[in-house]
Structures are given as structure tokens and as C-alpha cells.
């Protein structure tokens, strides 16, 4: 799954997706957890010129009060591309909300016997990865502000990724920038979103080992 993630700062992001994309402020992070429900970069559908600060851990437009948000929030901050169109909690969302989710790299564990040890992800280019994600908008309970937030999709994962991720072999959604356009366009149809959500090809991807928040070897 993808629970823990690294967010690039403005100018990278800037770079991958032109000067024309006004950016929200946010706060960035060498390693957040998605339990602590930050707000991440992220451009939606409907503004693709436009690069927002979006709550992840996403609540359906249905929940019906404060806790049920809160109790829901903490179950997706991950969506399956398998079952995307049949959970409640997404299926609207993946016919009519899909984003772009900007970050520097993700933090996964591999069990080794009893350890777990820590792997950053990141590109093999110096640029931040661009994951595949759903969104909602969430009307808050006595007057509170509209809430927005999102989810990260995940896919079976990659050669790379079934040797770290060594138990459940999954990986965030990751889009190249040739599918851009197509995941955010509202035409696009079912099945064009499902054969976009497929793990990334190799050789895009290094791992390296993590120890206090810092690299060693390369995996």
C-alpha cells in the first residue's frame, strides 16, 4: 500500500507541469504520514491548470457526520484499481473525480523474518512522480467549510516493488506524462481508466534503503 510519502516543493513541481499551473501553497515533507492526514499537491479534473492542497484520506459527499468523516478517512487513503468502480466509497469519485497526486517518493517495508525495513521510492530522473488518484467534496456538519480530499490508487506491483513491498506486492498508481490528459479527461471512459491503472513499467522506479529518514544502499 502507500501510507507514507515525500512532497516536492513548488519549483519541481513547476517544472514538470509548466509555468502556466498556479500552485496552492502547502506544506512540504521529507516523510508524512497519511494517518495525520496532510494536505498534498494535487490537480484535479475539473481545474487542470491548477495545482490544489487537498486533504488525503478521502470522505464520500454521503458520510453523515463528523466521526463517520473521520472513521471513513482513516480507510482510504489508499483506493484499489480492482475494485475502484464497485466500492461506494469511490465509485463516483473514479467516474468523475480523478486527480494527479504530486510526490518526491514513498516510503514501503520489507519484511525480512521479524524486521520490517524501510525503502524510499523514488524516480530514476530527479522529478517528483505523479500518482493516479480519486477525490470528493464533502459538505462539513454545522457550518463547517466544504471539505476536499483525495486517495491514492494503488496497482499489483512491479518487479521492483513485489521485492520490497515482499507481502501484500502493491504499489501506488503511478501515470506517465503521456496519460495525463487522458486520466483527468471527464470523457474518458471506464474502460480507458482501467487500463490505465496498471503497475508502472520497470526502469522508471530506484529504491534505496532508509535509516532515519536517510538513504543507503541502492536496492
Known amino acids: 500500500m502507500c501510507f507514507t510519502l515525500a512532497t516536492p516543493n513548488k519549483e519541481r513541481i513547476k517544472k514538470i507541469v509548466g509555468e502556466h499551473v498556479s500552485i496552492d501553497d502547502y506544506t512540504q515533507s521529507k516523510k508524512v504520514s497519511g ?3 496532510p494536505n498534498l499537491p494535487v490537480m484535479l479534473c475539473e481545474k487542470p491548470s491548477h495545482v490544489q492542497a487537498i486533504r488525503w484520506g478521502l470522505v464520500p ?10 472513521d471513513i478517512a482513516t480507510k482510504t487513503l489508499n483506493a484499489k484499481a480492482e475494485t475502484l468502480f464497485q466500492l461506494p466509497s469511490f465509485k463516483f469519485s473514479a467516474q468523475h473525480h480523478r486527480c494527479l497526486i504530486f510526490v518526491d517518493g514513498f516510503y514501503e517495508w520489507q519484511h525480512q523474518g521479524k524486521l520490517k525495513v524501510p525503502y524510499y521510492i523514488q524516480a530514476t530522473q530527479d522529478a517528483p512522480l505523479v500518482m493516479g488518484g480519486v477525490y470528493s467534496y464533502w459538505k462539513g456538519m454545522n457550518g463547517a467549510a466544504m471539505l476536499l480530499s483525495c486517495s491514492i490508487i494503488t496497482t499489483p506491483a512491479n518487479a521492483l516493488m ?4 515482499n507481502t501484500k506486492k502493491r504499489m ?3 501515470l506517465n506524462a503521456t496519460d495525463w490528459d487522458t486520466w483527468l479527461a471527464p470523457t474518458t ?3 480507458s481508466i482501467q487500463q490505465l491503472m496498471r503497475p508502472l513499467e520497470e526502469g522508471y522506479l530506484q529504491a534505496n534503503k532508509a535509516i532515519d529518514d536517510g538513504v543507503l544502499s541502492l536496492f
Open 61 to 70: 459527499s454521503w458520510a453523515t457526520n463528523e466521526q463517520a468523516a473521520k
Open 35 to 37: 494517518f495525520e492526514h
Open 162 to 165: 513485489e521485492q520490497i513491498h
Open 172 to 174: 501506488p498508481l503511478i
Open 189 to 191: 471512459s471506464e474502460k
